[in-house]
């Protein structure tokens, strides 16, 4: 999504990108981003959460207008209500990516452990 | 740079080894690059906006994102791109995605694509408008750029057609 942003930028638009993982920044060169620690697939709030949708998008907009530089990373306070396990955000079924590097990825979890 | 008190723990929904995995291809020092930068020319309540997901949304009546190829070919993701117009509703889509769960959009456009949220703030004056077209494309890109020539590139021009001024991204 990062670099979609970088594209749209460079083409004239002003761009926000509400983001759960705004380590990617680091990689990839945001112009400007609103981090979220909400679960994938809804980073804007749950399910019929009217009014809790409402503040993020508020808290996110605002960043357009805060943001002065390219590569600002505006941290929103806001806290889901369920711990990470119970928020049931992953596929139903093992994604064809992870299945292809699944041995990679439990070497890196080794790694970091050891 | 990083702004607010809370900062944000983008790994916390990740299982251990995912999360161990997704640190490996980022950097742990700030990006250091050259970044586009489109400054703000009006405030937000005169702007004109649209949305921008990756979550793989597609109309009904659209052809929809191709999983099936997916399957077969692990990394490669669909690099086309949906209009969606103001006024859909989760009535009126399906979502197609292998890496989170759909579910929660499927009940709600708005958890992802916010289009009944940004038409309130419209006819409350808190956005200028909101655009006629909103975009969907599929995230999965696997060390492969070329969905911004073939969705982001038209989707970029179509916006233009439409007096846009700045787009909200969300990912999946």
């Not at chain 1, 920044?25 to 679960?39: K, L, N």
């Not at chain 1, 959460?49 to 941290?75: C, F, I, N, T, Y």
Request: charged share 25%; aromatic share 10%.
């Amino acid at each position: 999504m990062g670099l979609a942003a970088r594209f749209l930028e460079e083409a004239g638009l002003s761009t926000l990108v509400l983001t759960p993982t705004h380590e990617f920044h680091r990689a990839v060169g945001i112009p400007r981003s609103a981090a979220i620690e909400y679960p994938y697939g809804r980073p804007v709030g749950n399910v019929g959460d009217q009014e809790g949708q409402r503040k993020v998008l508020m808290e996110a907009l605002s960043v357009l207008e805060k943001a002065k530089r390219p590569g600002e990373v505006w941290h929103l306070s806001f806290t889901w209500p369920e711990e990470p396990k119970k928020t049931d955000w992953q596929p139903p079924e093992m994604s064809p990516l992870i299945k292809f590097y699944l041995e990679e990825i439990k070497q890196a979890r080794k790694n970091r452990n050891a | 740079m990083e702004r607010g008190k809370k900062i944000v723990d983008g790994f916390r929904f990740l299982p251990p080894g995912l999360r161990a995995w997704v640190n490996t291809f980022i950097p742990g020092e700030d990006f250091k690059g050259y970044i586009p930068w489109t400054p703000m020319t009006k405030p937000l309540s005169q702007t004109t906006i649209a949305l921008v997901t990756s979550a793989g949304i597609s109309l009904k009546a659209d052809p929809p994102f191709d999983m099936e190829r997916e399957k077969r070919e692990a990394i490669w993701g669909d690099r086309s791109y949906r209009a969606i117009p103001r006024g859909t509703t989760e009535k009126d889509i399906q979502v197609n995605h292998l890496h989170i769960n759909t579910t929660c959009i499927n009940q709600d456009i708005n958890v992802i694509l916010p289009l009944a949220r940004m038409a309130e703030f419209e006819q409350e004056k808190i956005i200028g408008h909101l655009a006629p077209t909103s975009y969907s494309f599929y995230g999965f890109q696997w060390k492969n750029t070329d969905f911004l020539k073939e969705a982001i590139g038209p989707i970029s021009e179509r916006m233009k057609l439409e007096e846009v001024e700045a787009v909200l991204l969300t990912p999946a």
